[in-house]
């Protein structure tokens, strides 16, 4: 199982969420993409193994070309996980923890550099 420090806030949101058995979104820091040497990256696609390619520029078709010339994990993992793996969440702030579902993932690069954009749901 993998695990994310997450703020307070982020994460009293997220367990409420868990608890009443709905979903919530969490930004993660992506180290991957926020390092130097990846400022030209605008975009990024899955790759086959559910792992995150990063292209300079974007077309049509790119994601499906991501898919078809990465067929297996080559790119960057996401720290939380791929769909249907559980992930612990931990508050950075008093330690305390709570399992969850990874519904989805998005890497999303914002005014604030890249995110991992996590959807998390309850773990049953």
Known sequence: MNSVN???AAFVAAQAAIVA???ATLRVPCEAFN???MEDIVVAY???GGNWIGWSRDSVGRAEFTLQA????????CPAGRPGELVSLQC????QQVSARVAAVQAKRESDGWWWVV?????T
């Open 21 to 23: 058995h709905q979903q």
């Open 70 to 77: 990465y067929p297996f994990a080559a790119g960057f993992p």
């Open 6 to 8: 997450v703020p307070h």
């Open 119 to 123: 959807t998390v749901a309850t773990s």
């Open 35 to 37: 390092r130097p040497g």
């Open 46 to 48: 899955p790759d086959g």
């Open 92 to 95: 950075a702030d008093s330690g």
